[in-house]
């Protein structure tokens, strides 16, 4: 099993996206492991990630791999990110494993209720013949996002260069994507109402965010009513990859928060 284990302090457990490699991550967990102790890894059916998958389990590979990922790192209980696609499946383990959770954050995530729209469709009809149309379309639909967050040229540029050499090395799957949304339809999720664990929702701004729009995002601050709910600024669905510091400064007030809330609950 190949799993990433960096850094000291409070423990962290990151889902990758529906891309499903968590070098794509590689700027956030970097950051975050400055402050707290980092556990990540590539979904389990990434050929890479080491882990068992069972196409006809679906996202029961996801729970399963999660439990493998406490057990293997000795972990009692972690702080539980779900980024994007991985949103839902982070709630799901909140609720079947409410004690290995300390809290739960969703980043861009999808709601447990999502339905592909009218694009997403369009590339599920063929996800391998229209693979080069979504690698022209996916950059350009960031651009407007990345602009924003970084304004001036030479970090934009180097955002860039890095996130198009991860894209190269770590290549993704169209085929495996597809896959993965099709578990979403066939899975029953448990209901967010049920979760009493400390939630945080992190979106980036409305109109910056043209994959996961912050309105889905937000369902979960409906149907949990003590979540919590942030806004990065100047950011979109890429907000943890644009803006690293201060998505790493946000989970570590969240923290500090949930800690303060636990000690006066006692006091």
Same mark, same amino acid.
């Given at each position: 099993?190949?799993?990433?284990?960096?850094?000291?302090?409070?423990?962290?457990?990151?889902?990758?996206?529906?891309?499903?490699? /968590?070098? /794509?991550?590689?700027?956030?967990?970097?950051?975050?492991?400055?402050?707290?102790?980092?556990?990540?890894?590539?979904?389990? #059916?990434?050929?890479?990630?080491?882990?068992?998958?069972?196409?006809?389990? %679906?996202?029961?590979?996801?729970?399963?791999?999660? +439990?493998?990922?406490?057990?293997?790192?000795?972990?009692?209980?972690?702080?539980?990110? =779900?980024?994007?696609?991985? %949103?839902?499946?982070?709630?799901?383990?909140?609720?079947?494993?409410?004690?290995?959770?300390?809290?739960? !954050?969703?980043?861009?995530?999808?709601?447990? +209720? /999502?339905?592909? #729209?009218?694009?997403?469709?369009?590339?599920?009809?063929?996800?391998?013949?229209?693979? @080069?149309?979504?690698?022209? #379309?996916?950059?350009?639909?960031?651009?407007?996002?990345?602009?924003?967050?970084? @304004?001036?040229?030479?970090?934009?540029?180097?955002?860039?260069?890095?996130?198009?050499?991860?894209?190269?090395?770590?290549?993704?799957?169209?085929?495996? !994507?597809?896959?993965?949304? =099709? /578990?979403? %339809?066939?899975?029953?999720?448990? +209901?967010?109402?049920?979760?009493?664990?400390?939630?945080?929702?992190? &979106?980036?701004? @409305? =109109?910056?965010?043209?994959?996961?729009?912050?309105?889905? &995002?937000?369902?979960?601050?409906?149907?949990? @009513?003590?979540?919590?709910?942030?806004?990065?600024?100047?950011?979109?669905?890429?907000?943890?990859?644009?803006?690293?510091?201060?998505?790493?400064?946000?989970?570590?007030?969240?923290? +500090?928060?949930?800690?303060?809330?636990?000690?006066?609950?006692?006091?």
């Amino acid at each position: 099993m190949h799993i990433i284990d960096r850094g000291s302090g409070t423990p962290v457990v990151l889902i990758p996206g529906i891309q499903g490699r /968590w070098e /794509w991550m590689a700027p956030v967990v970097d950051a975050l492991s400055q402050r707290c102790r980092v556990i990540t890894f590539s979904l389990c #059916d990434e050929p890479s990630s080491g882990f068992p998958s069972d196409p006809a389990r %679906g996202v029961e590979n996801y729970l399963t791999q999660l +439990d493998q990922v406490f057990e293997h790192t000795g972990l009692s209980d972690a702080v539980v990110i =779900g980024v994007s696609y991985s %949103g839902p499946v982070a709630m799901e383990f909140t609720a079947r494993r409410p004690e290995r959770v300390r809290a739960l !954050m969703l980043v861009s995530a999808l709601p447990p +209720d /999502w339905q592909p #729209d009218a694009r997403a469709r369009f590339y599920l009809r063929a996800p391998l013949l229209l693979s @080069p149309v979504f690698l022209i #379309d996916a950059p350009m639909r960031a651009f407007r996002e990345v602009r924003a967050a970084l @304004p001036r040229l030479g970090p934009r540029a180097r955002f860039s260069l890095l996130q198009l050499g991860r894209a190269a090395r770590y290549f993704v799957s169209p085929t495996r !994507m597809a896959a993965r949304i =099709g /578990w979403l %339809g066939q899975f029953r999720f448990s +209901d967010p109402a049920l979760i009493r664990k400390p939630v945080m929702v992190i &979106t980036g701004e @409305p =109109g910056l965010d043209r994959v996961v729009a912050p309105a889905l &995002t937000r369902r979960y601050v409906d149907a949990i @009513p003590h979540a919590r709910h942030a806004v990065i600024a100047c950011t979109g669905h890429l907000c943890l990859l644009t803006r690293p510091d201060e998505f790493t400064t946000l989970v570590c007030r969240f923290l +500090d928060e949930i800690s303060d809330d636990a000690r006066r609950a006692t006091a």
